[in-house]
C-alpha cells in the first residue's frame, strides 16, 4: 500500500506566509519599516525613562546627601567622632561653605561657593567625586564644579580672581581640576559656580581654617530625623559647642520638579508613541490583509478550514511584527540612551549607567509583537470567515456602501467624485489612517505649543519690569547710602530699593529652637503691593500693620513644592541671622523664579528688627543696551563700600536663566516634535503609498477608459488631500486637550505657575506643510510606476 | 481598420525563460464587421486582444488600427489614443464600484473629452436605454445584476463614441439569458457601423460574428471543428 506523506500544517501555513510576504513586496517592506519606527519610538521612551528614573535616584543617594546640618564654630576630628557614633548617625562629616565672587573678565563678576572638604580620599556624607584623579587640590587650588565651568569660562591652571564676603582684598585660586557633586543644580542653570578646596586653602585665602558646618546622615526612615536632631545638638551642647543653627534639608534633588516634569512629558510621549503604533500598525495590517480576501476564497474552495487560513496570516503577521519590534527594540534601546545621557548632562548625574532593565525590553518586545497581531486579528477572523463566493468575487470593497457626497461635490465631475468615495470607502480604515496621521500631527503641535507657552510664562515674567539690572546684596545694607551709591553709576537713571533677606523657614514644633527645613529668599516691594510679575491665586496680599506681632507673608508656589506642610494659613518661623520670627501665610502666588515670599513692607522691617535697611536694588538705566558695563560699574562701587552681592543680574541673563531653567523641559518638548514628525511622516507615508501600490488594477481599468497620466495623478492627489486634510483638521482638535494636559504637567512640576494658553499657528503650518510634501511623494512615487506600466500588467496585477 | 503584419509577443518567464504568446500572426479587420477571437485557454486569445485594443505592444511585428502603428507609440499616446478610438469591455465588468453607472460613464467622458461638456448628461441617457438600463442610472454597480453590470460596462465602453470596441469574454461570467442580451447589443453596434473584436471560446457566440479568427498556441490556425 502506497502510504502519503504526512504535511505538518503548521509548517504549510509559514510555507505560504512566507510567501504571501514575498508577494506583498514594497508593501510588506512599508508595513515592516512603519512598525519598526512605531517600536523604536516607543522602546527609546521607555527605556529613557526607565534609565533616568533609576539613575536620577541613584546619583543623588550616592552623594549621600545630608539629613541634618549643624551650624557650630568648628568641627574637629573628636566631636566629628562623637556625632558619628551616636545611635542612629549613618554617617558624620565637616565642612565649610564660603561664599565670594569669581571675575570672568571685563569687569564682570559671577557668584562662587567655596565648599572646604576635610579629606578628599574619606567622604562619608555629601560627597564630591573629584575627576580625573586631580583630589585632593593643592593648598592654593581648587576643583571646579564641572556644570560650573562654562559660568567661569576656566581652564584647567587657570587662576581665578576672587572676593570673599568678608573681605576687602581680592584673592586668587589656581584652578586644578574638575569635580561633580550631584547634590548640586547644574551650576549654567543657577549662575554659581562650585569649588572645592582643602582647609589648609581657606587659611590661604585668609581665612580661619575652622570646617564650620556638621553635615549628618541618619540610619532609618525620615521619622527619624527630627529627634537625632535634638540628640546632636544636646550632644554638642554638652561638649561646650555652641549651635548657630540646626537645618534638616529637604532630601530632594535642587531641581527635582523639572525631573518630574521631564519624566511625566517622557511618559505622555512613550504612551502616545504606544497608541501610534498601534494604530499604524492596525491600518496597515488591515490594508495587507484585506488584498488577501480572494486567495481566502480559494483556499476555502480547496478544503482549508477557517483555522488553518487564519494561521497562515498569522504567520504574516507574527513574522513581520517579530523582525520589525526586534530591530525596533534594538534602535530604540540606543537612542534611549542617548537622550538618557544628554538628560542626565542636564541634570548634572554623574557616572550615569545607562543599561535598559531588561523587563522594560521584554515588555516593550512583546508590545511591538502583541499589538500588530493584536490589530490584524479582526482582519484576519473576517478574512477567514467569508464565504467561498463572496471572497471569490470580492472587489475590496465589500459590505461597504460607497460614501454619499453632496451635489456641489459631483458638479465638480467624476474624477473629484471617485475621489471622494474612493478616500472614504472603507470608514473603519478611513478613520483608522486619519487618527493615526492625526496623531503624530497632535503631538507636533503640542509640543509646539507648550514650547511656545513656556516660553511666554518666562516672557511675562520679565517683560513687565522696568529695571534692567537687579541686585540682591549678602546682607542688607542702609538705604539711603545705598540708593546714592547706586545713582551714582554712571548709565543709572533711577534706582528702587526693595527690602529682601534669605531666610531659613522652621516649622513651630512643641520645642523652643525648631530645625530650618528650607530656605526662602523674602522680597518686600517698595510699593507694598503685589509685583506685576506676579499672580495671586489664593488669600489676600499681606498688609500687616507695624504693631503686629506675626508677619504676613505671601509665598510662591515653588516654596510649597520644595517644603512640605505649607499652606495658606500656615504659621511658620522665619529664622534670619539666627532669630526666628513668627509668620502666618496668608496668600499664595504664581510666578516664574526660585522659591520665594513676599511681605509687606512693616512686616520687613519686623523680620530686620530695622525699616532704614534694603536687600535688594533693582535699576532703572538710560541705555538697556549698556546694562553689563554698568552692572561691572556697579560691581566696583559695592566692592569699594563693602556691601557683597548675593546676584546682580542684568534683564537679559535673567530670562536667559530662566530659560535655561527649562532648557531640558524645552529639548524633550523639541524631541517630542521631533519623534511626532518621523513616526507620523512615516505613517502617512506608508499608509497613503499602500493604498495607491493596492490599486494597481483599477488604474489598469482607469488607463483603458483613457484615463491619461494627469488623470491618475490627480485621482491619488486628490484622495491624498482628502486624508491629509482630515488629519490636520483632527490634529488640530486633538492639539487642545492634549496640549492643555501637558501644559498641566509642566505648570504643575517644572514650573510651578499656569502656564498660557498658547497656540503655534506655524507648528499647524508645518504639519500642513509637510503631510502636503509627503502626501505628494509617497502618492506621486507608485502612481508614476502605475502610469509607465502597460494596461496589461496592471489588469493582471493582484 | 486592423492590420496585423508578423506579430508575435513574447512574455518574460522565470530563470531568464521566455514564453511565446503570439507568433507570427496576420491578419486584417475590415471596418464596421464583427470578428470573434477563438480558442482553446493559453492559446492566445487575450494577447491578441490586448494588442488590438494598445492594452500592451507586440515584440514583433506590426499592428495597425484605426490608421495607427500602434507599436511606434508611447505608453501615454496610446493611452490617448485608444480613449478616442477604442471601448473597452472586460470579463469581470471591472466597473468602477464607488462610482454610479451615470458616474462611471461620465467619468470616461471626462478623461477623453471627446463629448462636449453639455451634451454628456443627455448622451449618458442615450447610452443607458441603448443597452436597457436607463432606469439604473444612479445605482452603484453592487446593486446590480451580472448582465446589468456587463451592459454598463458596454455602455461605458461606447461613451466616447470609439470607432472599435474589444471585449474579453464578455459573458464568460453571465447566465444565458444576460450573454444573449449582450450578444445581441454587439450586434446592434454593428449595424451602427462599429467595429467589434470579441474574445471567446464559446463556439454560439463565435458564429454570431463575421469573421473567426482561431487561435491555437499563438499561432492563426483553420478553426478545428471540436470545440475547445
Known amino acids: 500500500m502506497c502510504r502519503q506523506a504526512e504535511v505538518d500544517p503548521v509548517s504549510m501555513s509559514l510555507v505560504k506566509a512566507l510567501a504571501d510576504l514575498r508577494a ?40 549621600r546627601p545630608p539629613a541634618v546640618v549643624v551650624w557650630t564654630d568648628a568641627v574637629d576630628a573628636d566631636l566629628l567622632r562623637r556625632v558619628a557614633s551616636l545611635p542612629g548617625v549613618a554617617g558624620a562629616e565637616a565642612r565649610r561653605q564660603v561664599r565670594a565672587r569669581a571675575e570672568v573678565g571685563d569687569g564682570t563678576w559671577r557668584s562662587v561657593l567655596i565648599y572646604a572638604i576635610r579629606d578628599f580620599d574619606d567622604m562619608r556624607v555629601s560627597k564630591v567625586h573629584a575627576l580625573d584623579g586631580s583630589a585632593p587640590p593643592s593648598v592654593g587650588s581648587a576643583l571646579v564644579e564641572q556644570s560650573a565651568v562654562s559660568v567661569l569660562g576656566t581652564e584647567r591652571g587657570a587662576t581665578l580672581a576672587l572676593r570673599i564676603a568678608t573681605q576687602r582684598e581680592k584673592r586668587s585660586l589656581v584652578v586644578s581640576g574638575w569635580a561633580h557633586d550631584p547634590a548640586q543644580a547644574p551650576g549654567w542653570q543657577d549662575d554659581v559656580a562650585y569649588l572645592y578646596v582643602t582647609p589648609a586653602t581657606l587659611s590661604a585665602l585668609g581665612l580661619t581654617p575652622q570646617l564650620d558646618q556638621l553635615h549628618i546622615d541618619v540610619a532609618g526612615d525620615d521619622n527619624a530625623v527630627a529627634p537625632l536632631a535634638r540628640e546632636i545638638q544636646r550632644t554638642l551642647r554638652a561638649a561646650n559647642r555652641p549651635v548657630h543653627r540646626v537645618e534638616v534639608p529637604v532630601r530632594r534633588h535642587p531641581h527635582a520638579d523639572h525631573m518630574e516634569a521631564m519624566l511625566g512629558l517622557i511618559r505622555v510621549l512613550a504612551v502616545l508613541s504606544l497608541l501610534l503604533s498601534a494604530l499604524l500598525a492596525a491600518s496597515l495590517f488591515g490594508a495587507l490583509l484585506a488584498r488577501q480576501t480572494r486567495e481566502v476564497g480559494i483556499m476555502k ?16 503577521a507574527l513574522i513581520l511584527s517579530g523582525t520589525a519590534a526586534f530591530t525596533g527594540v534594538g534602535v530604540g534601546i540606543l537612542a534611549g540612551q542617548r537622550f538618557a545621557r544628554f538628560a542626565a548632562r542636564e541634570l548634572n548625574l554623574y557616572d550615569v549607567a545607562l543599561t535598559v532593565p531588561g523587563g522594560v525590553i521584554a515588555a516593550v518586545f512583546g508590545a511591538g509583537i502583541a499589538v500588530p497581531v493584536a490589530a490584524s486579528a479582526w482582519p484576519i477572523l473576517r478574512a477567514s470567515r467569508i464565504n467561498v463566493r463572496e471572497a ?15 451635489a456641489a461635490t459631483r458638479r465638480r465631475g467624476a474624477l473629484v467624485t471617485l475621489s471622494l468615495r474612493h478616500a472614504l470607502r472603507s470608514r473603519a480604515r478611513f478613520a483608522l489612517n486619519v487618527t493615526s496621521l492625526a496623531l503624530g500631527g497632535a503631538m507636533l503641535m503640542t509640543a509646539a505649543n507648550v514650547h511656545r507657552s513656556l516660553v511666554a510664562a518666562v516672557d511675562a515674567s520679565v517683560a513687565p519690569r522696568t529695571d534692567r539690572i537687579e541686585l540682591r546684596l549678602l546682607e542688607p545694607a542702609p538705604t539711603t547710602a545705598l540708593v546714592t551709591a547706586a545713582a551714582s553709576v554712571k548709565g543709572v537713571r533711577r534706582a528702587v530699593p526693595w527690602g529682601a533677606v534669605r531666610a531659613g523657614i522652621a516649622l ?67 529664622v534670619v541671622g539666627g532669630r526666628a520670627t513668627p509668620a502666618t501665610i496668608v496668600a499664595v502666588v504664581e510666578e516664574v523664579g526660585i522659591a ?28 538697556e543696551a549698556s546694562s553689563v558695563a554698568v552692572a561691572a560699574r556697579l560691581e566696583s562701587v559695592l566692592a569699594r563700600e563693602n556691601w557683597f552681592p548675593h546676584d546682580l543680574v542684568t534683564r537679559a541673563s535673567l530670562r536667559a536663566a530662566m530659560r535655561d531653567h527649562f532648557r531640558i523641559l524645552l529639548v524633550v518638548l523639541l524631541t517630542l516634535a521631533g519623534a511626532a514628525i518621523a513616526v507620523g511622516v512615516l505613517g502617512l507615508a506608508t499608509t497613503m503609498s499602500i493604498n495607491v501600490i493596492a490599486r494597481r488594477r483599477e488604474m489598469g481599468v482607469l488607463k483603458s477608459m483613457g484615463a491619461t497620466a494627469g488623470h491618475i495623478r490627480r485621482l491619488v492627489l486628490l484622495e491624498g488631500a482628502v486624508a491629509t486634510t482630515a488629519s490636520v483638521l483632527f490634529a488640530l482638535a486633538l492639539s487642545f486637550p492634549l496640549s492643555a494636559a501637558v501644559r498641566a504637567v509642566v505648570g504643575a512640576h517644572g514650573l510651578h505657575v499656569t502656564l498660557p494658553r498658547e497656540h503655534a499657528i506655524e507648528a499647524v503650518g508645518a504639519w500642513l506643510v509637510l503631510a502636503g510634501l509627503c502626501t505628494v511623494g509617497a502618492c506621486l512615487g507608485p502612481a508614476r510606476d502605475a502610469v509607465r506600466r502597460p494596461v496589461r500588467e496592471l489588469i493582471g496585477y493582484a | 481598420m486592423i492590420t496585423f503584419r508578423n506579430v508575435s509577443h513574447r512574455y518574460p518567464g522565470g530563470h531568464g525563460r521566455t514564453f511565446d504568446a503570439l507568433t507570427d500572426v496576420t491578419f486584417d479587420v475590415a471596418e464596421g464587421s464583427s470578428v470573434a477571437i477563438w480558442g482553446r485557454s493559453g492559446s492566445g486569445k487575450s ?11 507586440a515584440t514583433a511585428g506590426s499592428v495597425r488600427v484605426a490608421g495607427q502603428d500602434l507599436g511606434a507609440m508611447s505608453e501615454r499616446a496610446l493611452t490617448r489614443w485608444r480613449g478616442r478610438h477604442v471601448g473597452v469591455v472586460f470579463q469581470f465588468f471591472q466597473l468602477l464600484p464607488t462610482l454610479t453607472v451615470r458616474e462611471n460613464l461620465l467619468l470616461a467622458m471626462e478623461f477623453v473629452g471627446v463629448v462636449p461638456r453639455p451634451e454628456r448628461t443627455g448622451r449618458i441617457d442615450e447610452l443607458l436605454q441603448r443597452v436597457g438600463i436607463e432606469r439604473q442610472r444612479d445605482k452603484f454597480p453592487a446593486q446590480l445584476s451580472g448582465g446589468e453590470q456587463q451592459r454598463a460596462a458596454v455602455a461605458r465602453a461606447l461613451a466616447n463614441r470609439p470607432a472599435l470596441v474589444v471585449a474579453d469574454e464578455p459573458t464568460g461570467n453571465l447566465d444565458v439569458a444576460s450573454a444573449r442580451a449582450v450578444m445581441n447589443l454587439f450586434g446592434t453596434l454593428r449595424e451602427r457601423g462599429v467595429t467589434i473584436v470579441t474574445v471567446t471560446h464559446d463556439e454560439e457566440i463565435a458564429a454570431r460574428a463575421d469573421r473567426i479568427i482561431a487561435l491555437d498556441d499563438g499561432r492563426c490556425v483553420a478553426r478545428p471543428r471540436s470545440t475547445p
Open chain 1, 596 to 623: 520665594s515670599a513676599y511681605v509687606a513692607p512693616a512686616g520687613m522691617a519686623h523680620l530686620l528688627g530695622r525699616d532704614d535697611v534694603s536687600g535688594a536694588l533693582r535699576l532703572e538705566l538710560h541705555d
Open chain 2, 47 to 57: 494577447t491578441l486582444l490586448n494588442l488590438i485594443a494598445g492594452l500592451d505592444q
Open chain 1, 24 to 63: 506583498q513586496g514594497l508593501r510588506a517592506v512599508l508595513s515592516w519599516v512603519a512598525i519598526a519606527v512605531g517600536t523604536t519610538a516607543v522602546m527609546a521612551a521607555f527605556g529613557a525613562h526607565a534609565v533616568l528614573d533609576r539613575e536620577i535616584a541613584r546619583s543623588f543617594e550616592d552623594s
Open chain 1, 301 to 316: 474552495a480547496i478544503g482549508g478550514s477557517p483555522g488553518a487560513i487564519a494561521r497562515s496570516s498569522l504567520w504574516l
Open chain 1, 392 to 406: 471569490l468575487t470580492d472587489p475590496g470593497l465589500r459590505g461597504e456602501k460607497p460614501a454619499s457626497v453632496g
Open chain 1, 508 to 574: 513651630p514644633d512643641d520645642t523652643s529652637a525648631p530645625p530650618v527645613v528650607g530656605h526662602v529668599a523674602v522680597l518686600g516691594p517698595p510699593e507694598g503691593s503685589l509685583p506685576k510679575t506676579t499672580r495671586l491665586v489664593e488669600g489676600r496680599w499681606p498688609v500687616a500693620s507695624s504693631q503686629a506681632e506675626t508677619v504676613s507673608l505671601a509665598v510662591n508656589r515653588q516654596l510649597l513644592a520644595t517644603v512640605s506642610d505649607l499652606h495658606l494659613g500656615a504659621p511658620v518661623n522665619l
